[in-house]
């Protein structure tokens, strides 16, 4: 299995929801991210776990909740999310943490806030 | 601050060309650099890893170079081909502080190749 997987392709949620994205990776990489991409913009990372523990925080708000339950899996917990959080959500994986490995993308998850 | 500035915003050209892509990066303090390529409203995928003290990667019909000193990239297309219509995003690694390790993308080249 070379790929990662991201579930739901689509989501849409009201700003008193709370919901969660699903990130899978089984090539057994140590590192993975989150990504937030708006639309005709390059991505922009939120959160890098290294070894299931969360390494960076790009500053991001609370109402986005990242987990990492074991090295597979990487979520992403939202609740009371805001019109303009409406984004292309990315997830990443890399054999290691650090800058020297390549970071594999998975095909996103449309989020719409209503 | 490390930005990223890709040149040109968009490219038309007929099926056939070859063609040229550039990436240049304001800090040279680079572990590596990366050409994805992204189809509208997907993910992204990896084209090509050049590690900084690499000066080219070849895939294909796809070549990379870079010249770090001067904090540019090039992306040669060979022969494109109406399949290679995408948007091409250069990111940069770079050391130091809280973002060690952090990608910085450029704002992409929308590539669109016409039969």
């Known amino acids: 299995d070379t790929e990662v997987t991201q579930t739901p392709k689509h989501l849409v949620m009201g700003m008193t929801n709370k919901k969660s994205l699903k990130c899978e990776q089984h090539?057994?990489?140590?590192?993975m991210y989150w990504y937030k991409q708006k639309a005709k913009k390059p991505p922009e990372l939120m959160f890098v776990y290294s070894y299931e523990k969360l390494s960076i925080n790009e500053s991001v708000p609370s109402r986005f909740s990242p987990e990492c339950p074991n090295s597979s899996l990487l979520n992403l917990h939202l609740h009371a999310l805001q019109p303009e959080d409406s984004a292309l959500y990315l997830c990443a994986s890399s054999h290691y943490p650090g800058p020297y490995n390549e970071q594999f993308f998975g095909p996103g998850t449309r989020l719409t806030v209503l | 601050k490390q930005e990223v500035t890709q040149i040109p915003a968009a490219l038309s050209v007929p099926e056939g060309e070859n063609l040229v892509l550039n990436c240049s990066f304001t800090?040279?303090?680079?572990?590596?650099l990366q050409w994805f390529r992204q189809d509208p409203g997907k993910g992204l995928t990896s084209l090509l890893l050049i590690q900084s003290s690499q000066r080219e990667q070849t895939s294909g019909r796809l070549n990379a170079s870079l010249d770090k000193s001067s904090g540019r990239s090039t992306l040669y297309i060979a022969a494109s081909q109406p399949g290679d219509s995408a948007t091409y995003l250069c990111?940069?690694?770079?050391?130091?502080?809280?973002?060690?390790?952090?990608?910085?993308f450029g704002q992409g080249t929308i590539l669109t190749v016409h039969p």
């Open positions: 800090d040279s303090a680079i572990y590596n």
């Open positions: 090539m057994g990489h140590r590192a």
């Open positions: 990111a940069v690694t770079h050391a130091g502080g809280t973002s060690y390790g952090k990608l910085t």
